[in-house]
Nanobody, 123 residues
Protein backbone atom coordinates (compact mmCIF):
# COMPACT_ATOMS: atom_id res chain seq x y z
CA UNK A 1 0.00 0.00 0.00
CA UNK A 2 1.30 3.44 -0.93
CA UNK A 3 0.07 6.62 0.69
CA UNK A 4 0.68 10.20 -0.40
CA UNK A 5 -0.50 13.10 1.76
CA UNK A 6 -1.17 16.67 0.71
CA UNK A 7 -2.97 19.74 1.99
CA UNK A 8 -0.86 20.87 4.92
CA UNK A 9 0.05 24.49 5.46
CA UNK A 10 0.09 27.41 7.85
CA UNK A 11 -3.05 28.95 9.33
CA UNK A 12 -3.94 31.22 12.20
CA UNK A 13 -5.61 30.15 15.42
CA UNK A 14 -9.22 29.18 14.65
CA UNK A 15 -8.54 28.47 10.99
CA UNK A 16 -9.25 25.36 8.91
CA UNK A 17 -7.30 22.97 6.74
CA UNK A 18 -8.20 19.87 4.75
CA UNK A 19 -5.66 17.10 4.40
CA UNK A 20 -5.82 14.49 1.66
CA UNK A 21 -4.20 11.09 1.36
CA UNK A 22 -4.16 9.23 -1.94
CA UNK A 23 -4.24 5.48 -1.26
CA UNK A 24 -3.10 2.77 -3.63
CA UNK A 25 -4.11 -0.75 -2.75
CA UNK A 26 -6.66 -2.38 -0.46
CA UNK A 27 -6.70 -1.69 3.26
CA UNK A 28 -8.87 -2.70 6.19
CA UNK A 29 -8.31 0.53 8.06
CA UNK A 30 -6.96 4.00 7.36
CA UNK A 31 -5.91 6.54 9.93
CA UNK A 32 -4.50 9.98 10.51
CA UNK A 33 -1.71 10.41 13.02
CA UNK A 34 0.42 13.37 14.02
CA UNK A 35 3.77 14.02 15.59
CA UNK A 36 4.91 17.28 17.14
CA UNK A 37 8.62 17.99 17.70
CA UNK A 38 9.94 16.03 20.67
CA UNK A 39 6.66 14.17 21.10
CA UNK A 40 5.50 10.65 20.33
CA UNK A 41 3.37 10.03 17.30
CA UNK A 42 -0.30 9.98 18.29
CA UNK A 43 -3.57 8.94 16.71
CA UNK A 44 -6.02 11.55 15.45
CA UNK A 45 -8.82 9.67 13.68
CA UNK A 46 -9.37 6.29 12.05
CA UNK A 47 -11.66 4.96 9.33
CA UNK A 48 -12.82 1.41 8.78
CA UNK A 49 -13.00 0.94 5.02
CA UNK A 50 -15.46 -1.96 5.15
CA UNK A 51 -18.21 -0.52 7.35
CA UNK A 52 -17.23 3.14 7.21
CA UNK A 53 -16.92 3.41 10.98
CA UNK A 54 -15.01 6.42 12.23
CA UNK A 55 -13.35 7.05 15.58
CA UNK A 56 -11.65 10.15 16.91
CA UNK A 57 -9.11 10.78 19.61
CA UNK A 58 -10.40 13.06 22.34
CA UNK A 59 -8.75 16.26 21.12
CA UNK A 60 -10.11 15.76 17.60
CA UNK A 61 -13.73 15.04 18.54
CA UNK A 62 -16.02 17.82 17.34
CA UNK A 63 -13.30 19.71 15.45
CA UNK A 64 -11.91 17.19 12.95
CA UNK A 65 -13.77 15.01 10.45
CA UNK A 66 -12.29 11.96 8.73
CA UNK A 67 -13.86 10.81 5.48
CA UNK A 68 -13.10 8.62 2.50
CA UNK A 69 -13.91 8.93 -1.18
CA UNK A 70 -14.27 5.31 -2.22
CA UNK A 71 -14.23 6.05 -5.97
CA UNK A 72 -10.91 7.88 -5.73
CA UNK A 73 -9.61 5.84 -2.78
CA UNK A 74 -8.64 9.04 -1.05
CA UNK A 75 -8.75 9.71 2.67
CA UNK A 76 -9.48 13.19 3.99
CA UNK A 77 -9.15 15.00 7.29
CA UNK A 78 -11.11 18.22 7.61
CA UNK A 79 -9.71 20.22 10.51
CA UNK A 80 -11.66 23.17 11.90
CA UNK A 81 -11.10 25.46 14.87
CA UNK A 82 -7.39 24.75 14.72
CA UNK A 83 -5.25 25.62 17.73
CA UNK A 84 -1.51 26.22 18.07
CA UNK A 85 -1.22 22.89 19.89
CA UNK A 86 -2.42 21.17 16.69
CA UNK A 87 0.90 22.10 15.05
CA UNK A 88 2.57 18.87 13.96
CA UNK A 89 3.57 16.67 11.06
CA UNK A 90 0.43 14.80 10.03
CA UNK A 91 0.67 11.29 8.61
CA UNK A 92 -1.70 9.00 6.80
CA UNK A 93 -1.42 5.32 7.75
CA UNK A 94 -2.95 2.03 6.65
CA UNK A 95 -3.28 -1.53 7.83
CA UNK A 96 -4.81 -4.71 6.40
CA UNK A 97 -5.62 -5.88 9.93
CA UNK A 98 -8.91 -5.17 11.62
CA UNK A 99 -8.04 -3.36 14.84
CA UNK A 100 -10.14 -2.72 17.89
CA UNK A 101 -9.84 -1.09 21.27
CA UNK A 102 -6.71 0.94 21.89
CA UNK A 103 -4.88 -0.76 19.04
CA UNK A 104 -6.71 1.33 16.48
CA UNK A 105 -4.93 4.47 17.70
CA UNK A 106 -1.56 2.79 18.26
CA UNK A 107 0.90 3.78 15.50
CA UNK A 108 2.67 0.42 15.94
CA UNK A 109 -0.44 -1.31 14.62
CA UNK A 110 -0.12 0.29 11.17
CA UNK A 111 2.32 -0.99 8.58
CA UNK A 112 2.08 1.54 5.76
CA UNK A 113 2.80 5.24 6.13
CA UNK A 114 2.88 8.34 4.00
CA UNK A 115 5.67 10.89 4.06
CA UNK A 116 3.74 13.36 6.22
CA UNK A 117 2.45 16.87 5.67
CA UNK A 118 3.21 19.81 7.97
CA UNK A 119 0.43 21.70 9.71
CA UNK A 120 1.39 24.91 11.51
CA UNK A 121 -1.10 26.95 13.52
CA UNK A 122 -0.01 30.37 14.73
CA UNK A 123 -1.51 32.20 17.67
Amino acid sequence: VQLVESGGGSVQNGGSLRLSCAVSGWTEMLGWFRQAPGMDREGVAVFYTGRHFTYYYDFAEGRFTISHDNAKNTLFLQMNSLKPEDTALYYCAATRTLLGGTQKFDPRSYDSWGQGTQVTVSS
